[in-house]
């Protein structure tokens, strides 16, 4: 039933993949997916410092409540990231510090929710990567409905079960099973221009006609009148 099913997750990036990327900037891989994908500025971490990455593991929530993210957790394999569309409401908090310590146990690589959190200091002074919205005090329902391992969205980002999460202090961002290979290849090429730009700035030589010539495309003088 379309709301309210449990399914399996039939793949996701393996953990090779996985562990390539990780440590890598989210926003230089951000820049070769086009700067077109990004869960939203509102989701930060919770946590003090971690990076994240893993295969998502989708759930998908009515508004305040976390029923389906207690399901979730006795599915999720250890380097599993949980990826909860809960409609970004920050009404109730769903999940916690007690919920967080399941997690950590379990082995999950982090949680992302779209949603309210509670319990901010005890998991603000953890390394758990955990992500959200905002905070708040008031618990959850556990009524349902909601759906596990279906595509989800956050803020305009699609996350299919399996996709690659990664998460640093600058946000969120979903790598798609099939195109992770060519943007990690992409994302090194990035990193080696990026390393040469900072060493020409060091030497006093970074080319910056690039700007006049955007400016001159754009009918703007170059000089001061």
Known sequence: MVGLQILKRRREVSPQLVQAFKGLPVANVSDCMARMTSAGARLRPMHKSAY???PALTVKTRPGDNLMIHKALTMAQ???VIVVDAGGDLTNSLFG????ATAVKIGVAGVVLNGAVRDAEEIGQGEFP???AGVTHRGPYKDGPGEIN??????GMVIHPGDLILGDADGLLCVPFDDAEDILAATHRKMEAEKKMLADIA?????TSWIDAALQRLGCNTEPK
């Open 78 to 80: 250890p380097g599993d």
């Open 97 to 100: 510090e007690i919920m967080t």
């Open 130 to 132: 955990l992500y959200a």
């Open 203 to 207: 030497a006093g030589q970074l080319d």
């Open 150 to 155: 279906v595509p989800i969205s956050i803020d």
């Open 52 to 54: 994240l990455a893993g």
